[in-house]
């Protein structure tokens, strides 16, 4: 089924003709400027952009990162002219978070279009700042009546396909820009600390592709400096930092932030790391995760130090972003009668459930870092997912998702959408209790799209416990095709205000939507 193509809002049309031209300071950062210099000369520089994140109806977070010691300052105004700005005074970015920082801004309007510029000025000298570099991003709605529309995506920088300048960089972070979307959800793998990235790489053709270096991606990420470096490689393309700029984000992890199919406890013995202990590594990553992403229940904005947590966006819809990675048990044949951790731990998994029954929300998109029905491997016995292969009754992992679903029926909660990445291709399932071995849930769709800057891969397989059936596939024919062989796919979810009905569209880089699926609010069963 075909839906119109929506168009920018009057006042978004003014954004985008307006403010969001990208400051020269951004052109490209200096590659040999990865780690700031404590020259005292000079001002305070922002040359890795600006991010918001996890933006509410009244507040938002604010990133930059200063190529020297500075305070970060950030002013906000509800016009690009900047008359009569709020002044919010940040951090001082210094080493200990490798020259990050994060400012929150609260008592914010709700359903604005909020301007913001950082300004970066000497600790010792105030006198002394910046070029200021500016962003937008507007705040959440209290009312339904001018919808949402927001993008889905996932995995970049993979399998050693970096920053082609051939091509431009990663184009499709400016052709998701052009969509105006209200925010970006990014549904994992947003580096591969575990891939290298090699000067150039010849594909089956012939021909060369061509990556950005750094030293920090010359190696599998072991020491936090090695970390910081893979999350500072993709700023390199500007391409992403003109999307920072204009678009904010909601970002959960996954698997290859800290290495391929990790869980905790596990002692590698891939002979690449001198340091074995995953959970060593995964210490190392999540604090270089909080220091370069605008995330709310991460240090500093909460000790608790949670990737799960939920966005509320007014009355149309709330996004539940799931950690399927930190809490995990091991990986195996999943056949256990009895799993109390499952993929989420028992403490998230009831946070889940508390928070999708205290929703009134019209539509509850449940962010998953791994999808439900897709049998995702770990070497030739274990699974790394949920399903595991087997379509009889639930066992493994699976017990702790039927739980869930059968709470979500019991307690009536409607209006439930998954969306994820991960595998590498894009597809639509649909899962219905007349088809399924467990019986005991309603109704539901699960949308998967991606990557964004990373290899292709063939279609998984379908478990059948909780009656998967797939609506829609694409997907290359071998293993780790280069973007230059097969596009890029990211998703748009777009709510209307007026009737509430949620669209989704799974796109491919360049051409369009390949598929597109309207669901109607406060229906069950929707085929």
Known sequence: MSHPEPSP?????????????????LAVPSLAGAAPAFARSGRPRAEWGVQAGDVTAHAGLVW??????????????????????TRWKGPVLGPDTDFTGTTRLRGLPAGEQIHYRVILADPDDPRRTGEPVTGTFRTTPKGRKEGVRFLWSGDIAGQGWGINPDRGGW??????????????????DNI?????????????????WRNVTTEEKSKVAESLAEFRGAFRYNLLDENLRRFNAQVPSIVQWDDHEVRNNWYPGQILTDPRYTEKNVDVLAGRSLRAFSEYYPISTLPPGDEDGRVYRVLRHGPLLD????DMRSYRNANSPGRQPDDTTGILGARQLRWLKRELSRSRATWKVIASDMPLGLVVPDGAANFEAVAQNDPGAPLGRELQIAELLRHIKHRKVTGTVWLTADV?????????????AFKNFAPFWEFVSGPLAAGGFQALKLDGTFGAEQRFVKAPNRANTSP????????????????????????QEGGGVLFSKALRPGQVGQQ
């Open 424 to 436: 590498h291709y894009t597809s639509a399932q649909h899962y219905d209790p007349s088809r399924a």
């Open 64 to 85: 930059v990162r200063s190529d020297r010691p500075a305070r970060m300052i950030v002013e906000t105004s509800a016009t690009e002219s900047f008359r009569n700005p």
């Open 484 to 507: 230059a062989e097969t596009p890029q796919y990211f998703g748009e979810v777009d709510i209307d205000g007026a009737s509430g009905e949620l669209t989704v569209r799974l796109r």
């Open 319 to 322: 996004v539940f972003v799931l």
């Open 171 to 188: 184009r499709i972070f400016d052709e998701m820009r052009q969509r105006d979307p209200d925010f970006f959800l990014c549904s994992g």
């Open 192 to 208: 591969y600390a575990d891939g290298p990235i090699l000067p150039s790489v010849t594909l089956p053709d012939g021909r060369v």
């Open 9 to 25: 809002s009057p006042r978004r049309r003014s954004v985008l003709r307006g403010s969001l031209a990208v400051p020269a300071a």
